[in-house]
């Protein structure tokens, strides 16, 4: 019932959550900030209020996952990590205190609003009042030390277009039999999409590969190069949806001849010589799983170039390739890796490498034991806790059965 919409969402939202915004979210600011000058100065007098006052007691509550929060990210008050499930409990404390705000702010003002994580929808009677919500909000922001995505700010008034075109394009082409003819239109069309709407183009891929990944379009064998060589091509351009493209080829695994492999590995070395220099771990750690997982041969530049990174995930898989002997060339020197993991690297970022790594004795450590004197990984390793497990594979939707016979060309 309105003519106005304003949609705006929050720039970086966990990774610029201010820790101590989470107590304001269960008190509100003023009444957070009055017990946290109590606690500081009248520490005897905070304790004695806690048996009496339930905001103290909530504010202790706020302060406690405060710290826990930043004892997570080495004690630092912004940001929280992305992907936890206590991430969104504690985002979705902050942004219905947020919401709360905003509801008071715009008291004065006629509106709807519906929140989905961090990007709000307002909808509104006019593009003045728009205009006024906007600052309103961005202020209510400010004082939680967010502000908002100015590149995705948009005021749009009626008739509002609820579906982009480009998913409009890619949903009505019409499969009769996916041959090379009709794969080559859709990836042109796919292609045209993307040099379009750049801003864009990881959600058009995703959405463009979406029917190849969940097998609502098969591709057969003699299809399959043509393919093939599209999906190398988005993945040149945006490797963002690596992983998708990952449980495609997995699905047609049994189409990947050697041939296909050294296309493929021909991809992945620029992946990885790209995005390792930039600490990538997404795009680098899932390059290196195609090697594990279809039986490529890693040649060991690319290898050194991972392990000389501080990207722990990928280095483990790097350990991985060489223990199963999936690299081409010399094994590469190993000694500056070695020499830097010790049983202090149990604490801090190294961890990870260090625990697995000597668990697996993937590296050789001599007589050094890093879990000498540390109870928390003795503890880990008694109970044979791993984080890393080689055997392990993501779900396909389909799989392609072995052909009767390989055909005599592949």
């Not at 891929?205 to 591709?219: A, D, S, T, W």
Request: proline share 3%; net charge neutral.
């Amino acid at each position: 019932g309105r003519k106005v919409e304003l949609r705006l969402d929050i720039l970086n939202f966990y990774p610029t959550i201010y820790t101590h915004s989470i107590p304001w979210s269960l008190l509100g600011k003023q009444d957070a900030k009055k017990y946290l000058k109590i606690k500081t100065t009248r520490q005897a007098h905070f304790n004695t209020l806690l048996s009496t006052d339930a905001k103290a007691r909530v504010y202790k509550l706020g302060d406690t996952i405060d710290t826990l929060v930043r004892n997570c990210n080495e004690r630092q008050s912004i940001g929280i990590p992305i992907g936890p499930d206590t991430s969104f409990l504690v985002a979705e404390l902050i942004g219905c205190r947020i919401d709360d705000e905003i509801q008071k702010s715009l008291a004065g003002i006629s509106h709807e609003c519906i929140r989905y994580y961090d990007v709000y929808y307002f909808y509104l009677n006019s593009v003045g009042d728009a205009d006024n919500v906007l600052k309103k909000v961005q202020k209510i922001l400010y004082e939680f030390r967010l502000e908002t995505n100015e590149f995705k700010v948009s005021i749009n008034q009626l008739p509002f277009k609820y579906v982009d075109d480009w998913s409009l394009t890619l949903s009505n082409f019409k499969f009769n039999s996916a041959n090379n003819y009709e794969l080559r239109n859709y990836f042109s069309q796919l292609i045209s999409l993307v040099d379009k709407n750049k801003k864009q183009s990881s959600w058009i891929i995703n959405y463009g590969l979406q029917r190849f990944e969940y097998g609502n379009v098969k591709i057969s064998r003699k299809h399959f190069d043509i393919f093939l060589t599209f999906l190398l091509q988005l993945l040149l351009f945006d490797p963002s949806n690596i992983d998708q493209v990952f449980k495609i080829l997995l699905s047609y695994e049994y189409y990947l001849s050697n041939k296909r492999k050294e296309k493929i590995e021909n991809v992945l070395n620029q992946i990885i010589e790209e995005h390792s220099i930039l600490n990538h771990s997404f795009e680098v750690s899932w390059a290196l799983w195609f090697y594990k997982s279809f039986r490529i041969k890693c040649h060991r530049d690319y290898l050194t170039l991972v392990l000389a990174s501080n990207d722990s995930i990928s280095k483990l898989i790097c350990l991985d390739l060489i223990n199963s002997k999936l690299l081409k060339g010399r094994k590469p020197a190993l000694a500056n890796l070695i020499s830097s993991l010790n049983s202090n690297s149990l604490f801090n970022e190294d961890w990870l490498i260090a625990y697995e790594a000597f668990r697996k004795k993937w590296l050789n450590f001599g007589t050094r034991n890093l879990f000498d004197k540390n109870e928390f990984f003795e503890i880990l390793d008694y109970y044979d806790v791993t984080f890393y497990d080689s055997t392990r594979q993501i779900g396909t939707s389909f799989t392609v059965n072995p052909p009767p016979e390989i055909e005599p060309n592949d």
